[in-house]
């Protein structure tokens, strides 16, 4: 009986001890249970509107927070200068030449280079005076730090501010010996102007009213005075295009303006019968001929035969062609 009595005892503190532990259990943050609370802490709990439909628990933070906007972004507009005169042409628009990159026009015959250079656009002319109408352009030219630009092949440096030449065959001393800066003039540089999402160039440039400082040259081809071919290594198929123009051919002592005439070589039509026949008849009389002197063995008679033919052939053909005239010289 006294057994049965303390284990009675000990079961039930047992069980009381049990329920405590799963009790601090729930309560303790770190085991799955709710955490008590701090002094001073009030929950909130959403209320919904009146009128309104009760708000679930699990949305009541997003139903008090403002629902973000989308914020289109809006590119600010370039700087937009007053319109430009006249004198101004539209080459393209501002978006057209994206920073870093580089775009030719033409304007009223001038080869023109847009480029951005420290935040501004500049235009020159797009090839380099050192290397003359055959040059490759400043395409791929290089910049220096102090606005100047490099000739691709010589490395002549000019102002992109006056188009001046401040720098001529820096790696070259033979040639900047042998060849005087003044045989060069200095690249044109045109005025620039933004308007309205536009760029203006003046084509009346910096060298309008230049004149050659040095008299050791005077015939300087300007701006605009070539433009059939842009010349360059890059305009033809294989990529080796030396020249710009194909040199105009003409004989001599004739007019290079004109292309024949009247005193051209070859005065006589002849005729495709008259050829064909022609033809025939050397070829039957060659034949017979050769045939004749070999039956009889007649090798002296054979070669007189030939040089006689050949003399006959070549009279009446430089009769017909007229081959050989020259007013200098008569017949």
């Not at 395409?139 to 001529?168: H, L, M, N």
């Not at 040199?247 to 004109?258: C, I, Q, S, V």
Request: charged share 20%.
């Amino acid at each position: 009986m006294l057994q049965r009595t303390v284990a009675s005892a000990v079961s039930r503190r047992q069980a009381r001890l049990l329920r405590a532990a799963q009790a601090l259990d729930a309560r303790h943050p770190l085991r799955g249970g709710a955490p008590r609370l701090r002094r001073g802490f009030r929950p909130v709990r959403a209320e919904a509107e009146a009128g309104s439909e009760p708000v679930e628990p699990a949305t009541a933070a997003a139903a008090t927070d403002p629902e973000p906007q989308e914020v289109e972004e809006q590119s600010t507009p370039p700087s937009s200068g007053p319109p430009p005169g006249p004198e101004f042409v539209p080459v393209c628009y501002l978006d057209d030449l994206p920073k870093g990159t580089r775009k030719d026009v033409t304007v009223e015959g001038k080869a023109i280079l847009l480029f951005w250079y420290r935040n501004k656009v500049y235009a020159i002319e797009s090839r380099s005076t050192a290397e003359g109408y055959y040059s490759e352009g400043f395409k791929t030219a290089k910049f220096t730090q102090d606005y100047g630009i490099v000739c691709p092949s010589t490395g002549t440096v000019f102002s992109i501010r006056d188009g001046s030449i401040v720098e001529w065959y820096p790696n070259n001393p033979v040639l900047r010996q042998l060849t005087p800066v003044e045989t060069c003039r200095p690249i044109e540089i045109y005025q620039m102007a933004e308007h309205d999402n536009t760029l203006y160039v003046n084509p009346e440039g910096s060298l309008a009213n230049w004149v050659p400082e040095s008299g050791l040259r005077s015939d300087f081809t300007m701006p605009g005075q070539l433009t059939g071919s842009k010349g360059g290594s890059d305009t033809s198929l294989e990529n080796n295009n030396v020249y710009g123009i194909e040199p105009k051919m003409y004989l001599e002592g004739t007019d290079p303006g004109t292309a024949g005439g009247e005193d051209s070589v070859v005065t006589a039509k002849l005729s495709p019968v008259t050829v064909i026949v022609g033809t025939i008849a050397v070829g039957i009389g060659a034949v017979a001929g050769t045939g004749v002197c070999l039956y009889y063995e007649n090798f002296i008679a054979l070669g007189i035969f030939w040089l006689v033919g050949l003399g006959a052939v070549g009279y009446t053909a430089q009769k017909f062609s007229n081959f050989g005239a020259d007013e200098d010289y008569p017949a």
